[in-house]
Each structure stands twice: as C-alpha cells, then as structure tokens.
C-alpha cells in the first residue's frame, strides 16, 4: 500500500511542489539571523548521514519558534515538524507492518505508539546530539529547554521533514532506519484487559476511563487519561494517544490492586 501511495505522490510531484514552497519559504528567511555557520552544517550533515543539496532546508529545521520570535524572522521549523511527524508515521508503519507480519492492527498500532513517542524521538534526537544545533532564543536557552523532551521530539521531526523535502522518501527511510533497527524491546502487555479482569473479579464493576486533558499542537497531540473504579480514581496516564493513554493508566491502576 505505501509503494502505491508513493507512486501516486510522485506522479503529481507532491515532492517537487513542496519543494518549490520550501524554496519560498527558505528565501523569505533572513540569512543575517541564522547563526549556524558552514561548519556546524557540515557537522551535523556527517551526524545525519545525509549531505543536503539545499542547506538552507536544513538550516529552517533548526529554527525553533522562540529563536522565530526572538529575531524576527519569517519562519520557523513548525511546518516541517508537522511534515515530519507524517513521514515518520508512515515509515514507522511500513517497518512495523514488513517486521510483525504475525501481528493484528491492534498490536502494531501500540507498537507505533511506543516508537514514535516523544521518549523515543526525544532519545533518538540526543543519540546525533541534535540538542547542540537546534536555534532557541536567549531566554529558553536560560530555562533549559535544549534538554525538554518536547524541542528535542519536534528537532528530530523537523529534520526528518527536511531530509524528506531535499531528498524524498529513500534518504529519509534510511535516516529513520538505523534508529528504528535498534529498538527491540516493546511492552506488549494489554494492561486493559487485565485490569478488567481484574477489576470485574474484585469489584463485580467495569473501569471507566476519561480524558482529563490533552497536551500540545494538533500534530503532536498528548491525553492524559485517568481510570475509574466506582468513582473513584486509580490511575492516570499520558499518551499520543487516547488508547495508549489508556494502556499507560490501566497500568498505574494494577500496580495498586496487585
């Protein structure tokens, strides 16, 4: 199905009308302002494993939006941190299906949810040091923030976008390849089965799950699920999504009535 859809982008150059954009994009951003400096592209494109044809792409993913505001600029790497979050998801979901193939949706489904969370992009993103060349504005830089698990998740979905725009899909395949070979232990565990379980054999009940709150931009979007036992609350998790949300609380709740 990917092959098809890849087919289809190529035959309407979505590839190449993005690329068009990006150049606009790129050509409205104020080269005085963008301190990264030939040889920390250089760097990093030796990190990545991927030499850019158009440099400045990646200088945009750099861009985070506190630096955007703090300089004035006319973009940012929102857009490619959006771009990037799609890329990733589509070839996370071609490895998983290729990989698994004795796996069901439901199972690859809370496999995806566990390689593209912001624990695993963020860790991704410190294993090419991807924190020392993300632009961030003097204040953030004083809060701390290169080391935040969010800038660190949206950097790495920004540059995957931007390898994607420079050089289409192989280039980004290969870069998000060698991290997604190196995962190999996943908890499969269907806690909400066995909290159900558990939960009908101690309370004669059902748990009730809710969303509390959900975090972030729409394209990287957290729930924060709490689970109910008779009104009573036993449990609260965070996910990208509801049902991992609801994994993650099912999970607190059994440490509790184990």
């Not at 098809?4 to 302002?33: G, P, R, W, Y």
């Not at 632009?135 to 390898?163: H, M, P, Y």
Request: charged share 25%; glycine share 6%; with cysteine.
């Amino acid at each position: 199905m990917l092959d098809k859809i890849k087919k289809i982008l190529k035959n309407f150059s979505c590839h190449d009308c993005c690329m068009e954009q990006e150049k606009i994009n790129v050509a409205k951003t104020k080269d005085s302002s963008l301190n990264v400096g030939a040889v920390t592209i250089e760097k990093l494109q030796s990190v990545i494993g991927y030499n850019f044809k158009n440099q400045k792409t990646l200088e945009l993913a750099l861009i985070h939006k506190s630096y955007f505001s703090e300089c004035g600029l006319k973009d940012c790497n929102e857009r490619m941190e959006f771009l990037g979050d799609g890329i990733l998801s589509a070839l996370v979901s071609e490895y998983l299906y290729n990989k698994y193939s004795d796996k069901q949706e439901g199972d690859l489904s809370q496999l995806k949810a566990q390689m593209v969370s912001a624990k695993s992009l963020s860790r991704w993103a410190k294993e090419i040091n991807l924190d020392k060349f993300v632009l961030i504005s003097k204040n953030e830089e004083l809060n701390g923030a290169r080391q935040r698990e969010s800038l660190l998740c949206d950097s790495f979905e920004a540059v995957t976008g931007a390898i994607y725009l420079d050089g289409g899909f192989e280039p980004a395949s290969k870069f998000v390849g060698k991290f997604l070979n190196q995962q190999s232990n996943f908890d499969m565990t269907d806690y909400k089965t066995t909290l159900q379980e558990k939960i009908q054999s101690q309370y004669r009940t059902l748990p009730q799950y809710k969303v509390l709150e959900e975090l972030g931009p729409d394209h990287n979007k957290q729930f924060k699920v709490a689970v109910f036992v008779q009104d009573k609350e036993f449990g609260v998790g965070l996910g990208n999504s509801k049902k991992q949300a609801e994994q993650m609380a099912a999970k607190q709740a059994l440490t509790k009535i184990l």
